[in-house]
């Protein structure tokens, strides 16, 4: 992932860029508007982070330019000020998200965490995650080419959680994307779907060859994809390609 | 006293805006520095730390300054 920080503030922008790098970012830093724009056109960036008092060229017009000529870059916010309308004006101009000074550095990457796996939500119509696959146009589903036949509830976690490629995906995040419920709710109704779809993706196999568990569970946490998906054994790729004939 | 009240909005507003720089770059630095934990990144994350708490304290002198200057200015009004 490619992201541009536009920041005059030479401090900030250089810290900005440095804590971006560490979380794994590709990371670009532009000093003022003209420079954003120039930087956006080139790198073409996933996400750009973007302060509004800018030299040059004011943050709100880069962030009108930019939807005009980019509309696929996602725009993140920065703005010292209290003001709402202008925070509104940003949003109606088509800014993702937007933070105000001063702010922890975790929230800046909460927030351009969310808004790059919202990006990817809707970017890809096919995701795969070892031997699982998943059209996320037609909803069908498949592990080692065997076709799995999900509701939508369970085909909804099973997405969230190839999103997430791995990482763990809490009870309580889980309940609030999901399920719209309370992260204290007094429910066990996640657990219940990923035994669903537990049994759902073990028998996705016939005659029950598939070893490996996809979903590990997170002890005290939650759950998510196993880390190291296994590859599907010669002999299973063998006998599908033999049953699909 | 509506003059006097919209220039002190106008002024604080902007002291706040240029305040907050140095206050992000502080809580950042420090928060990376815990982040990664060891010696060096918290030294480094101590020195760069100090120099922000130097410019926000910058930060409040001028809006001091500019708080006496507005005072001033009413008072011969």
Redesign the interface.
Known sequence: MRVLVVED?K??GM??Q??LA?AGYQVDLAGDGEAALASASEQRPDLMVLDL?LPRLDGTEVLAQMRALYCDVSVLILT????VEERIRCLNFGADDYVM??????E?MARCTGILRRRERHSSAVLNYGELEINRVDHSVRRGGWEIDLTAKEYALLEFMMLRRGECCTRAELLRELWQMSPDAATNIVDVYINYLRRKLAAACPDGKFSSAVIETVRGAGYRLASAPMPIPAAILRQNDAARA | MATLKANLRSMIDQELHDLCQPLTVLFCRLELGQLMGDADSMKVALQGALMECRRACDGIALMRRRLDEICDESGRE
């Open positions: 503030d401090a900030l810290f900005l440095k804590g560490l008092g010292g000020r209290s003001d000074k001063p702010f922890s550095f975790h800046l």
